[in-house]
Structures are given as structure tokens and as C-alpha cells.
């Protein structure tokens, strides 16, 4: 049995992938700053502030995926927070390197998360592709550096694969749950001025993308995982009013307004562009969820 170590398995996309990944017959340990959590997987203690790991974690892992980082869309991003979702990404990356570094038996692939925003906080009509240069704002940055950071392994012989990934619908949490409210109360609108673009990708589809890079040795570098139904703030948001049964005319929430709650963090809301989903799809991956209406009924089912 092949297996498979999940940093910051914890979170959204972790649980629903180590879910997965079980029932495909894969044995899987998550790696947590905390040992008291609520799973059925094994876990491993690490904290990679301090540059402490479990050895045993990754001596036992045929595939290393690392998905764990402080969350982008949780708080403002003061300059605090903000090292702290750089530093939170990289020191895990070193740490996991180096443990990697030490031992004999190497992972067969290393699959780091990192996320469109490696293309910049911009409104364009311009798609974006995998070779497409990062863009200079704390986002791209940010994900310039994460996977810099995963690119390490590469060079060690370790194949590396980096999923860069759109805005993740789950039925369980993460921006859908918090778009779905005002939606529910019947007052769901578009921000901004509904505009941009914004990537998206259902949980299903993200993981099975997962899975896809552990089981095809030819997938390495970096591969856009979002939908190829490409959709406007206002469309989406009109689509997630239509999925729950709910009105959708009040008027667009003003971009000042969002501004003043969330400060820059409010970039991630109010712009965004296209990103191209070929890639992936001519590595040979079929969307199960390739329409947006379609994920939206079968999460909010
Ligand atoms: N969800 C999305 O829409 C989306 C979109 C694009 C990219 N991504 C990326 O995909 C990855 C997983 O996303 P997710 O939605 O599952 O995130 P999540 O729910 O916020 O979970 C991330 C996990 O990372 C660990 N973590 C949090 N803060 C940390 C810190 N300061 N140092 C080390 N570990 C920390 C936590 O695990 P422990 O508390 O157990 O240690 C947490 O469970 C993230 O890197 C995220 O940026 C997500």
C-alpha cells in the first residue's frame, strides 16, 4: 500500500482529499502543529515555526502533498499577517525539505499547493497561462516564492508538481460558505462592480487533480486547476442565488465599502482574471464539474 503524508491535512481541501485518497486504497498520515485532532488518519506532530518535524513522517511517505500555510482570506492582511502567510509556506517548505534531504528513501513526487493568484490581483480579459510570468503584488509574490520554495525538491530528483488553484467550492466551509450567506438571507450581491473573473474549481475536481498528479509520473511543474467555465463576480454570484431557490437585485456592494472592511486583503474579491484550463485537460483530465451551475447544485444538493 502506497503512502501518501498531507501537510496541513487538516484544513478544507486535506480532509476532503485524505477522504479520497483512502478509499482509492492509499495509506494516509496528516502532519498538524496539533495532535489533538478529530481524524481517523494518523498524525504527525511538526511545527515549522520552530523548525521541529516528526522524522518518522516523512521517512514512511512515498508522496508528499503540502497544502498547509496560514489562510490567505481570514484576516486583514497587516504586515504581520502578511509574513506570516509567506513565512508560514516557506518554513514548512524547508523543514520538509530538509527531513526529506536526510533520509535514503525519497518521496516519488512532491505536490505543493500554490494558487492563481500567482498571476496577480488584476481585472483583465487577458487568460492567463502556466508560463505566464508571476505578478509583482503580495499575492504573486507570495506564490512566486511558495513555489520556488516546492522547486527545491525538483532539483534533488524528487518530481514536483505545483496545483495552482482557483477559488475552491465545498459544501463544508471556505469563501462559498461565506458567499452563501447573505445569498441564504435573500440580500446577495455582486462586489465591486461585479467584473472580474473568478476562478473556481469544485473540491471533487481539485482532489481528483491530486490524485491525478500522484498516479501520472509525466505531470511535473505547474498546472492551473480551475474550471473552464470562466465566470464573472456578478455571474457567479447570480449563479449561487439561482443554486439556493434565492432573489439576486440588490445592488452591487461598493468597492470602497469592501475596501474599508478588508483593507488590500479586498483584492482577492474585487479583481481577477481569466486563468486557462488546457493544460491540465490535455494532460488528460475531465472535469466532472466543468459548469458552474452543475457543482453549485450538486454542493448545495
Ligand atoms: N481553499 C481555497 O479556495 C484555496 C485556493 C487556492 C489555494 N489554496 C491553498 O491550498 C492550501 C490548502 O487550502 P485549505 O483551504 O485547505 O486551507 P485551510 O483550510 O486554511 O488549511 C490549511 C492548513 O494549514 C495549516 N496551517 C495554518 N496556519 C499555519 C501556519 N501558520 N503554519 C503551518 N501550518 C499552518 C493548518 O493545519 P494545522 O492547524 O493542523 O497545523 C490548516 O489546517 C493552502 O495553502 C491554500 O492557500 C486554497
Known sequence: MESVLISGGTGLIGRYLA????????????????LKQETDFQVYHWDPAKSKIDPAAVSDADYIIHLAGANIGERRWTRERR????????????????SVSGNIRKPRAFISASAVGYYG???????????????GDFLGETCRKWEQSADR?????IRTIKIRTGVVLSS????????????????????????????????????????MAIEDVKMRGAYNAAAPDRRTNKEFTESLAHALGKP???????????????????DILLKGSRVSSGKIISAGYS???????????DLFR
Not at 19 to 34: F, I, N, T
Not at 83 to 98: P, Q
Not at 153 to 157: S, V
Not at 248 to 264: D, K, T
Request: hydrophobic share 45%; charged share 25%; with cysteine.
Open 248 to 266: 439576486f437585485w440588490f445592488p452591487n456592494i461598493p468597492a470602497f465599502a469592501l475596501r474599508m472592511l478588508f483593507g488590500e486583503m479586498s
Open 19 to 34: 477522504a479520497r485518497l483512502k478509499e482509492k486504497g492509499y495509506k494516509v498520515a496528516l502532519l498538524s502543529r496539533d
Open 121 to 135: 490581483a488584476v481585472t483583465s480579459d487577458k487568460i492567463f497561462y502556466e508560463e505566464d510570468l508571476p505578478s
Open 172 to 211: 463544508h466551509g471556505g469563501a462559498l460558505a461565506k458567499m452563501a450567506i447573505p445569498v441564504k438571507m435573500g440580500v446577495g450581491s455582486a462586489m465591486g462592480n461585479g467584473k472580474q473573473y473568478m476562478p473556481w474549481i469544485h473540491i471533487e475536481d481539485l482532489c481528483n487533480i491530486y490524485i
Open 83 to 98: 509574513k506570516l502567510i509567506l513565512d508560514s509556506r516557506l518554513k514548512s517548505g524547508d523543514i520538509l525539505l530538509s
Open 287 to 297: 472535469f466532472k464539474f466543468p459548469d458552474l451551475g452543475n457543482a453549485l447544485n
Open 153 to 157: 525538491f525538483e532539483e534533488i530528483g
